[in-house]
């Protein structure tokens, strides 16, 4: 049984930093790609940004290009989400969760992680 769980949001103002940490369980961490999805109130939960198993390829929606850097620390067991130039619309629960191997979709998920980014 794989346990993902994020930590590392709070509340914070529009044009500041955090960043969110997600602790994988597991001895197999470091073959999977992995990801970070947010869920705003009254929204679908949308893609954020993706990391390759070896943390070689990254790839993120545009509304954080530029913005927000994904990263992992497979000794660690860890993927973290830098989150710069905070908007109030970044406003959202934030999950990771874990691709299947070879393919386009997610497994097992955190629980999330607020952020809340005053104006």
């Known amino acids: 049984q794989v346990q993902l769980v994020e930590s590392g949001g709070g509340l914070v103002q529009a044009g500041g930093s955090l960043r969110l940490s997600c602790a994988a369980s597991g001895r197999t961490f470091s073959s999977y790609a992995m990801g970070w999805f947010r869920q705003a109130p009254g929204k679908e939960r949308e893609f954020v940004a993706g990391?390759?198993?070896?943390?070689?390829?990254?790839y993120y929606a545009d509304f954080v290009k530029g913005r927000f850097t994904i990263s992992r620390d497979n000794a660690k067991n860890t993927v973290y989400l830098q989150m710069n130039m905070l908007k109030p619309e970044d406003t959202a629960v934030y999950y990771c969760a874990r691709k299947v191997l070879g393919g386009t979709t997610y497994d097992y998920w955190g629980q999330g992680t607020q952020v809340t980014v005053s104006s």
């Open positions: 990391i390759s198993w070896s943390g070689g390829s990254t």
